[in-house]
């Protein structure tokens, strides 16, 4: 597709199981970020890829996040043991490389842990 | 204190208002701002973005940049109902891709 896709589009989860989201990114886009976006408030950073590179991780919430993206192209943000604080959407951004300005946001994964 | 302040609103405006958005911010080394448009159960998309100080127009879109105040703004003339969305601003932080976002305005502009 022509833009960056998020999968699953809502995921209801139970309190302490675990969550894996998924992002392909506009083709040939060397940077990949998450976001996470609470409601009512602007997307934070988690973390960031240039091609399967982690570069930054500072913004994960706990060792419970993890995000890997292994051929550079399509990255996965798992969560374990989900508590009711996870319970937020989560955005995939990708652009062309680390200092283009335009950064391409996905629509989003919702989760809520009931 | 957040590196980047937005007020929430909501703001309602009736059509064909003009529109003043805006964000304040505490970093001096920001140089790159952006605006992104929001829609309900969507991703960001990029309005405008601005390098340094000074004003950039897109139609209908004027981006303000007042780096000695650490201000920044973004006019929406001759508003429409389809401009109804929630307005964000961010700012790169330097040498990296990594933004910082504002609260987010939500806007709604009633015909």
């Known amino acids: 597709g022509a833009g960056v896709s998020q999968s699953p589009r809502y995921k209801v989860a139970k309190r302490g199981q675990d969550v894996a989201l998924r992002c392909d990114p506009i083709s040939g886009h060397v940077s990949l970020f998450w976001y996470q976006q609470a409601l009512g408030q602007g997307p934070e950073f988690l973390t960031y890829?240039?091609?399967?590179?982690?570069?930054?991780k500072s913004g994960l919430p706990s060792d419970r996040f993890f995000a890997e993206r292994p051929e550079g192209s399509v990255s996965t943000l798992k969560i374990q043991r989900t508590q009711q604080e996870d319970s937020a959407v989560y955005l995939c951004?990708?652009?062309?490389?680390?200092?283009?300005?335009?950064?391409?946001f996905g629509q989003g994964t919702r989760l809520t842990v009931v | 204190q957040k590196e980047v302040e937005q007020d929430p609103g909501p703001l309602s405006v009736p059509e064909g208002a003009i529109v003043s958005l805006n964000c304040t911010y505490s970093?001096?080394?920001?140089?790159?701002f952006m605006w992104y448009r929001q829609y309900s159960r969507k991703g960001p998309e990029l309005l405008m973005y601005t390098y340094s100080s000074g004003n950039k127009e897109d139609g209908r879109f004027t981006a303000q940049v007042d780096k000695s105040s650490k201000y920044i703004s973004l006019f929406i003339r001759d508003s429409q109902p389809s401009d109804s969305a929630t307005y964000l601003c961010a700012m790169r932080v330097p040498n990296t891709g990594k933004l910082i976002f504002g609260q987010g305005t939500t806007l709604q502009v009633k015909p």
């Open positions: 951004a990708s652009s062309l490389a680390s200092g283009n300005t335009e950064a391409f």
């Open positions: 890829f240039q091609n399967e590179a982690q570069l930054d």
């Open positions: 970093n001096s080394a920001f140089q790159y």
